[in-house]
């Protein structure tokens, strides 16, 4: 016997614990709190109450003559109904008096605790207020204090009767809490203060945990690697809908309070599963052989929740609060073990904070275990704004350090671009002081073949040319050798200073230096020019490239006004392929025989012409006739 007292006491404290939390405050004031049968109105008068009574019935809309008990208020079922589930009518006869006959001339505020879960109230037979659903799914009147002004005309100086309908379950402590009478300034007070405890914090608490959640859902959906935010939102959503139980007045939707008390409490444990997983990441930890075997837990006090009849709902109930108690104790000494081992800052404020929030709910246990004052302002659901005070602290914490380090990043990148800037501006002193040097360097090579290879070769074969006379050498042909010479010597200067020359904007633009200085010349011998060149380069060539060209058009004309007798010339320029660059000079002149050309000796020019030609990747081709003579070139364009 004794062990099963021991056993019941302490399911009952756990039941209370579970209560608590929950947000079920008013159903544990009935407990703790003693009876009063007097209340004052003002310094003069009073409510007396004379009778409180109270009788089981199956419907509100019964009201039985017998079987009607003493009560007192407040009133759990649990202790002297315990595992009814049903209704009940709970009968007060009261009056009011004065001293020395005054006549009382305010009205009367009559007020009760809470009302569990829902109910309806009479006063002489005239109904006061009703909950919406006095069937399930019932209405939610615990978590709301109510009151009612009473003109005095309507009452009785004695014998008033009120006459209160509850309904519900013994397990969640259904009952009628405290009634009270008061005057107007005095409810005012009393009430919001109630009002505060009861609703008002859990409000505040909800905006700030839902103002958390939606940050931490922001920051991990921006940087899924910070799982500690991901788990804190999660957290921060299964926390607001805990605590909705305490704030709403309807079970909507559930289909009966049975079905919203499991969900609220599958919320509650849900809750203690992300928040220690939240603990676990912000220290950096992972265990995932336990985490995995956690989930399956949770999952397993689900179905068993789930799947709970109302006999054993309120053992499996308490289990399940007890067990994820123990767990969030686990967790907050694990943290505490973290924090001393590691000495981080940030792990020993966040131990202190779950340590503060296990001192508010033993703190709120004690007052309630040894107190008989039915008003009590619990310390519990200040906890949420603790966290809440943690998790903001830290971040700005987090936030200003790390402002720290990119601050200090920045001043030394500052540094090292400075130091660099500087290293840089010497090499390329240097570096530009190089190129400069290849640059002479590379002109004098340059400079050096080209009089090796085309000034000297030149100069050679014209030696050639008349040590192996055997005539003299008329003043026409050694004229025609210095101009080669010549034309040698020019071609050098001018591909040694093609390294700044430009190339003109269109090929139009490009032949219309020649094209004006042979134009008039061409006119004036009775030569009809005709000049067909494209609009736009395709691809455009190099300077030295159009130097070239430009030097086989006016030596072909030249040599067309000396030679030719032509009376007509043509020419021009396309592109027979993209890269691949074509130029036309053609006449209809008398043409030549190219042996005699070669033993007067003026192959040589065509000769060198097309050598320069061809060591930029072109082709030089004479074809002449009677009538017909044309200068052929083909010009690779291999740039881009």
């Known amino acids: 016997m004794q062990t099963l007292s021991i056993s019941k006491m302490v399911g009952q404290r756990l039941r209370l614990i579970a209560l608590l939390i929950i947000g079920s405050w008013l159903s544990l004031f009935s407990c703790i709190s003693l009876a009063q049968n007097n209340f004052q109105i003002n310094e003069l008068c009073q409510v007396n109450i004379e009778q409180q009574q109270k009788v089981q019935v199956p419907s509100h809309l019964e009201i039985p003559e017998a079987g009607w008990q003493p009560v007192t208020l407040p009133d759990n079922w649990k202790n002297n109904w315990p595992k009814y589930n049903g209704g009940a009518w709970y009968k007060i006869r009261w009056g009011w008096s004065c001293q020395d006959n005054i006549r009382l001339a305010e009205p009367i505020v009559f007020g009760i605790d809470y009302l569990n879960s829902a109910g309806a109230v009479f006063l002489n037979d005239d109904l006061l207020w009703s909950d919406q659903n006095l069937q399930e799914p019932l209405s939610k009147s615990w978590n709301v204090p109510r009151y009612w002004i009473l003109p005095i005309a309507g009452l009785k100086q004695t014998d008033n009767e009120l006459l209160i309908y509850v309904r519900g379950y013994s397990f969640q402590g259904a009952g009628l809490g405290r009634i009270e009478f008061h005057n107007i300034m005095a409810n005012d007070q009393h009430y919001s203060k109630k009002i505060w405890d009861r609703r008002t914090l859990f409000q505040i608490?909800?905006?700030?945990?839902?103002?958390?959640?939606?940050?931490?859902?922001?920051?991990?959906?921006?940087?899924?690697?910070?799982?500690?935010?991901?788990?804190?939102?999660?957290?921060?959503?299964?926390?607001?809908?805990?605590?909705?139980?305490?704030?709403?007045?309807?079970?909507?939707?559930?289909?009966?309070?049975?079905?919203?008390?499991?969900?609220?409490?599958?919320?509650?444990?849900?809750?203690?599963?992300?928040?220690?997983?939240?603990?676990?990441?912000?220290?950096?930890?992972?265990?995932?052989?336990?985490?995995?075997?956690?989930?399956?837990?949770?999952?397993?006090?689900?179905?068993?929740?789930?799947?709970?009849?109302?006999?054993?709902?309120?053992?499996?109930?308490?289990?399940?609060?007890?067990?994820?108690?123990?767990?969030?104790?686990?967790?907050?000494?694990?943290?505490?073990?973290?924090?001393?081992?590691?000495?981080?800052?940030?792990?020993?404020?966040?131990?202190?904070?779950?340590?503060?929030?296990?001192?508010?709910?033993?703190?709120?246990?004690?007052?309630?275990?040894?107190?008989?004052?039915?008003?009590?302002?619990?310390?519990?659901?200040?906890?949420?704004?603790?966290?809440?005070?943690?998790?903001?602290?830290?971040?700005?914490?987090?936030?200003?350090?790390?402002?720290?380090?990119?601050?200090?990043?920045?001043?030394?990148?500052?540094?090292?671009?400075?130091?660099?800037?500087?290293?840089?501006?010497?090499?390329?002193?240097?570096?530009?002081?190089?190129?400069?040097?290849?640059?002479?360097?590379?002109?004098?090579?340059?400079?050096?073949?080209?009089?090796?290879?085309?000034?000297?070769?030149?100069?050679?074969?014209?030696?050639?040319?008349?040590?192996?006379?055997t005539e003299n050498i008329s003043n026409r042909q050694f004229l025609s050798m210095l101009k080669l010479l010549r034309d040698d010597l020019r071609q050098i200067i001018d591909s040694g200073s093609s390294i700044d020359n430009k190339v003109p904007e269109t090929p139009v633009i490009w032949i219309a230096p020649v094209r004006y200085r042979f134009t008039q010349l061409l006119e004036e011998m009775d030569i009809a020019v005709e000049w067909s060149f494209p609009k736009v380069w395709q691809r455009e060539p190099t300077a030295l490239q159009c130097l070239t060209l430009i030097r086989v058009v006016e030596e072909s004309l030249t040599n067309i006004i000396k030679h030719s007798q032509a009376t007509k010339v043509s020419v021009s320029m396309e592109y027979t392929q993209p890269h691949q660059l074509t130029l036309k000079i053609q006449d209809n002149g008398i043409g030549f025989n190219p042996e005699m050309v070669q033993k007067n000796g003026m192959s040589i020019g065509m000769r060198s012409m097309k050598m320069r030609i061809e060591r930029m990747g072109g082709m030089l081709d004479i074809q002449s006739a009677k009538g017909d003579t044309c200068v052929h070139v083909v010009m690779e364009l291999y740039q881009p």
């Not at 999952?299 to 399940?320: G, K, N, R, T």
């Not at 039915?374 to 402002?403: A, D, H, K, Q």
């Not at 601050?407 to 400069?436: I, P």
């Open 205 to 469: 608490n909800m905006i700030l945990s839902g103002t958390i959640g939606v940050i931490s859902l922001i920051i991990w959906l921006f940087r899924r690697s910070e799982t500690t935010f991901g788990w804190l939102a999660l957290s921060s959503l299964l926390w607001i809908l805990f605590i909705s139980n305490v704030l709403t007045t309807e079970n909507f939707p559930f289909p009966s309070s049975i079905w919203a008390g499991k969900a609220n409490l599958i919320f509650f444990i849900l809750y203690m599963h992300c928040f220690c997983l939240y603990l676990i990441r912000f220290l950096k930890q992972k265990f995932q052989r336990l985490e995995r075997g956690l989930i399956g837990v949770t999952a397993l006090f689900s179905l068993f929740i789930i799947a709970s009849s109302l006999d054993h709902l309120e053992a499996v109930l308490s289990v399940a609060f007890v067990c994820y108690v123990l767990l969030y104790i686990s967790c907050v000494i694990y943290v505490s073990y973290w924090a001393i081992k590691t000495r981080n800052g940030e792990y020993l404020f966040l131990m202190l904070c779950l340590w503060g929030i296990l001192l508010c709910v033993i703190i709120d246990l004690i007052i309630l275990g040894q107190t008989a004052v039915s008003e009590f302002s619990p310390l519990s659901p200040y906890t949420s704004p603790i966290i809440i005070l943690f998790v903001v602290l830290i971040m700005g914490t987090r936030l200003n350090r790390n402002i720290k380090k990119i601050e200090k990043f920045n001043t030394q990148l500052e540094s090292k671009v400075r130091q660099v800037s500087a290293d840089l501006n010497k090499s390329l002193s240097d570096q530009h002081k190089l190129e400069l040097d290849n640059v002479r360097l590379q002109e004098r090579i340059n400079l050096s073949h080209e009089l090796h290879d085309g000034l000297g070769g030149s100069i050679v074969r014209s030696m050639i040319l008349v040590d192996q006379s």
